[in-house]
C-alpha cells in the first residue's frame, strides 16, 4: 500500500486581513496578496516532508564497485591576507593571483 500523498496546500489565516490563505508545504515565509503582510509560520506547523526510501550501501571490498577508486575531495587554497601596499588596508587576496588593484585606493 502506498503512503498518503502530503497536502498540496496549508490553510492559514492572513494576520492582516484574515482571509483564509493557501501556503505551498514548507514555505515559511510569506506575503498576503490581498494586504500583502508578510508574515512567517514556524516550520512545525508546516507538514513533515514525505519519507524517502533509504538506500542500500555495498560492503566495501565487494562486487563491481570495490575495483572503482574512490575519488578524494581536494580542499580550495585559503585566500591570503595582506595590506595594501598604499593605504595599508586588510585584503584577502585569492591564492594564485599574481597581481590585483586596491579596491579603496585602487593602487
Given at each position: 500500500m502506498a503512503p498518503a500523498a502530503p497536502p498540496e496546500f496549508v490553510e492559514v489565516r492572513c494576520a492582516g486581513c484574515g482571509e483564509t490563505l493557501e501556503v505551498e508545504p514548507a514555505l515559511t515565509e510569506f506575503a498576503c496578496p490581498d494586504c500583502g503582510t508578510q508574515q512567517a509560520l514556524p516550520p512545525e506547523l508546516m507538514p513533515p516532508p514525505p519519507p524517502r526510501p533509504r538506500?542500500?550501501?555495498?560492503?566495501?571490498?565487494?562486487?563491481?564497485?570495490?575495483?572503482?577508486?574512490?575519488?578524494?575531495?581536494?580542499?580550495?587554497?585559503?585566500?591570503?591576507?595582506?595590506p595594501c601596499g598604499a593605504c595599508a588596508a586588510l585584503l584577502s587576496v585569492p591564492a594564485g593571483l599574481a597581481g590585483f588593484a586596491c579596491p579603496l585606493c585602487s593602487v
Open positions: 538506500r542500500a550501501l555495498p560492503i566495501p571490498g565487494r562486487g563491481p564497485a570495490a575495483a572503482a577508486p574512490v575519488p578524494v575531495p581536494v580542499p580550495a587554497p585559503a585566500p591570503a591576507r595582506m
